[in-house]
């Protein structure tokens, strides 16, 4: 390992002169982020989880979008890229993060929960693992990263300001301890907002200048709706809603917008999910 690699990702060296030129228009990744709304006809998943339902009843559509998601940026590895401190980076690991509260109620609390893909995972390991970590937060469990923002945010506001301001300096540098990281939603490849789980719809959801997450998506709640499909004839169709905010800096608008319809692709075809998360995809249309 290089010197100038983190421990958590390694430093990119062949960046082109238009994407380093952006770090110094845009230094902040809260000045850099775009957002993109796309609706997806569901319809075909919608079928294979009733099916697979009948024999796992555990089975949800959160554990097939993530399973799609991380289909996604093993194909698509650029997406799984950062800048800081003006530098870009390469992840090592794929890891998908999201915030679980122990119970539907407004005074509950909320854990931070993030799950690594392996390369050979499929539906059914990332379901357990998701699993697995919910199931901790609904007996309270909390793990390293909880503990650290519990001491921090009850620290007085000049000294929780001066922590923070020194923590965003080691990140920058990668010095950071990495159990303060570890299951840290802000230090993983994408944050998933499961909205639909609330009966509400995909929302627009800002970046933030601390950690390295690049990608941060809302899922809406699975509805119908009329569509007008190739042939001319309407039809009444499953239909998600997602949003998805970028830092548009790591890659370009082609790279993209190729990556959102291979996971439209993928939940369209979703036999796909049952094959290893790194298994590479070439979509038919």
Known sequence: MSFRDRKDAVRVRNVDGMHMIMCDIKPLRADSDVYINQKIDVTELVK??????KSDNDLTYFHAFSTAIAKVFYN???????????????????????????????????????????????????????????????????????DAVN???????????????????LDNHGLIPYSLIENDIYHSSIILSNLGSIDCGAIYHN?????????????????????????????????????????????????????????????????LLEKKASEKIERKN
């Open 48 to 53: 294979y989880i009733e099916e697979k339902k």
């Open 76 to 146: 698509r590895p650029l997406l799984n890229r950062f800048v800081l401190n003006k530098h870009f980076y390469d992840r090592k690991e794929v890891s998908l993060s999201f915030v679980a509260k122990v119970e539907f109620e407004d005074d509950s609390p909320e854990y931070l929960n993030v799950i690594r893909v392996n390369e050979n995972d499929t539906l059914i390991d990332i379901k357990n693992k998701i699993s697995g970590t919910v199931k901790k937060v609904r007996s309270n469990s909390k793990n390293g990263t909880d």
């Open 151 to 169: 001491v921090v945010g009850k620290l007085p506001r000049l000294l929780r300001v001066f922590v923070m301001w020194l923590l965003k300096k």
């Open 207 to 271: 970046l933030t200048d601390f950690g390295t997450n690049s990608i941060l998506m809302t899922i809406g709640k699975i509805h119908k709706e009329q569509v007008v499909m190739f042939d001319g004839t309407v039809q009444i169709r499953d239909i998600c809603e997602f949003g998805v905010n970028v830092d548009e800096r790591i890659a370009d608008g082609v790279y993209f917008v190729k990556s959102i319809k291979l996971f439209e692709y993928i939940l369209q075809n979703p036999e």
